[in-house]
């Protein structure tokens, strides 16, 4: 009963390649957001869609793309990959904001993407 | 903007025994949540705890609660009777109601000694 999942686990690529990590939730949440942890752990906002519109937008590359095919899906694409690039990236999702129903996000379990 | 601050970069302690992780944050907004997620090994990010700001009475879960100061925004996360499974990085993070932006702090590295 995987509640976010994230494939791939690991991702291994060489610079310049374009990659994608698909993510889904089977939580029925509204909100799904992509997050990127560096090696220091730190935890940083990528993106987020609301009902498959892009509601945040952090200052993130224009090689990173996401795509929402559906409020169950949100994919990340990233294009002519970088050594920078390299670091865990998060899947999350949560309710509609305001349901009462504590806004609390849920996570996958990371795909740790290695440029080489 | 707000920001989370976690200024114990690492921590340890010995299995059953208690111990505290710090978190300060700083907002002027009177209206949001609070949550302490714990990052074992295994690296997925889990739900320990939540705290909404209009509520005074501070959350607990089993052996996790929290000690909920909003005049001095300090949200500190205590563990009683530490044990093993409780080794991971522990984030803090804040999140305004209505919003869906979650700021996440540093974290901190707790190690539960045997």
């Known amino acids: 009963d995987t509640a976010v999942s994230q494939t791939p686990k690991y991702l291994v690529t060489q610079m310049g390649n374009d990659k994608s990590i698909k993510c889904e939730q089977n939580?029925?949440?509204?909100?799904m957001y992509w997050y990127k942890q560096d090696s220091k752990k730190f935890l940083k906002i990528m993106f987020s869609?609301?009902?498959?519109?892009?509601?945040i937008n952090e200052t993130v590359p224009n090689r990173f793309s996401p795509k929402s095919p559906d409020k169950a899906h949100l994919n990340l694409h990233i294009n002519s990959l970088e050594l920078g690039d390299s670091a865990v990236y998060f899947c999350?999702?949560?309710?509609?904001?305001?349901?009462?129903?504590?806004?609390?996000?849920?996570f996958g379990p990371g795909t740790r993407l290695l440029v080489l | 903007a707000q920001t989370v601050t976690q200024s114990q970069p690492e921590m340890s302690v010995q299995e059953a025994e208690t111990v505290t992780l710090s978190c300060t944050y700083d907002?002027?907004?009177?209206?949001?949540?609070l949550f302490w997620y714990k990052q074992p090994p295994s690296r997925q990010m889990i739900l320990v705890i939540r705290?909404?700001?209009?509520?005074?009475q501070n959350a607990t879960e089993n052996r996790f609660s929290v000690n909920f100061q909003k005049a001095a925004k300090s949200f500190s996360l205590k563990i009683s009777d530490s044990q093993l499974g409780d080794t991971a990085m522990y984030f803090c993070?804040?999140?305004?109601?209505?919003?869906?932006?979650?700021?996440f702090g540093t974290g901190t590295k707790l190690q539960v000694i045997p």
């Open positions: 993070a804040f999140r305004l109601r209505g919003y869906q932006k979650v700021t």
């Open positions: 869609y609301n009902n498959k519109e892009l509601i």
């Open positions: 939580l029925g949440h509204d909100t």
């Open positions: 705290q909404e700001a209009y509520k005074q």
């Open positions: 907002t002027s907004e009177n209206n949001y949540y």
């Open positions: 999350a999702s949560s309710p509609e904001k305001d349901s009462g129903s504590l806004e609390t996000q849920y």
